[in-house]
């Protein structure tokens, strides 16, 4: 029986992965801790095998270019997490799991541009976001040793049934346009549940290193939102001929880029021992909007 504390009570990846894990209570028992205030550092965290740390300020469009919300970002970000790892490892703690993010590499990806993140691409977090995640990442690897194994995880987007972000967001043009441009981009994507095995399997390994998951196949803007349409049960008319547009609009907005440009995972990067994608893109989707 693994026993697995999750810091970071009412997240969403730490409430799916409890639920996940929920199909195997003969192996895992899981916990929750609330990490608001000052009452978490009072918890025990003896006799727990892992701790998943999923605490923390999320990718905020209004505060995560703003120098105003900086320290609020360290605060959360790093300071939270070094103090959690150091209660775990101080306490007996064998692993300790940081939900991190593809924002520390802080690269974004022009329309008609290819970019790709493999195994010697640096960190250059360009907001607060990404910088105080990267930083986290600095200071637990100093923690990190024989007794106290670190697992970084650097997810792409994270996309689920209760999801939100950017998924959420192609959700809803999928439900209420009845066209959208046809462009040929690749994306990393990760579904909730390839991200829960991955982390089952982290677990079960006691496995140390950092890990950038993503689904087992890549996914186009177009296609996902054809594909969410149809989950609704609509025929969205995908529209080719229309890059010339786009190039023009993305000088107006940064979201033509962030939607149609080409920002992946090296495959490499992504493999691990064992296979944790469960899940296609096809029946994530339909999962998701069931």
Known sequence: MKRILITGAGSYIGGS??????????????????????????????????????AGLVHQKDTKDDPAYRDLYRRVNVDLAVDTAKKA????????LFMSSESVYGLSAPLGRQVIITKDTPLNPVDNYGISKAQAEAQL???????????????????GKGCRGNYVTMARLAKTMPLFPKVD?????????????????????????????????YA?????????????????????????ALKLLRHMTPMVDKAFGSLCYDWELSRYSRDYCIKSLAQSIQETES
């Not at 028992?29 to 918890?43: F, I």
């Not at 007794?147 to 792409?156: E, G, K, Q, S």
């Not at 186009?220 to 010339?244: E, K, M, P, Y």
């Open 220 to 244: 186009n803007t177009s296609d996902v939102v054809s594909r969410i349409a149809h989950a609704n049960g609509r025929n969205l008319i995908l529209v080719g001929g229309t890059t010339w």
């Open 89 to 96: 490892k101080a306490e007996g703690v064998s692993q300790f």
């Open 141 to 159: 690897e100093q923690l990190a040793g024989p007794d106290f194994h670190l697992a970084v995880l650097r997810p792409p987007i994270v996309y």
């Open 185 to 217: 981009n690749r994306r990393s994507m990760l579904y909730m549940e390839n991200l829960a095995e991955l982390i089952r399997l982290l677990i079960d390994d006691l496995a140390s290193g950092i890990f950038c998951p993503q689904n087992g196949e």
């Open 17 to 54: 992965v409890e639920a996940y894990l929920a199909k195997w209570p003969e192996r895992y028992q899981v916990d929750t801790l609330d990490m608001r205030g000052e009452g978490w550092k009072s918890a025990s965290f003896q006799g727990y095998d892992a701790v998943l740390h999923v």
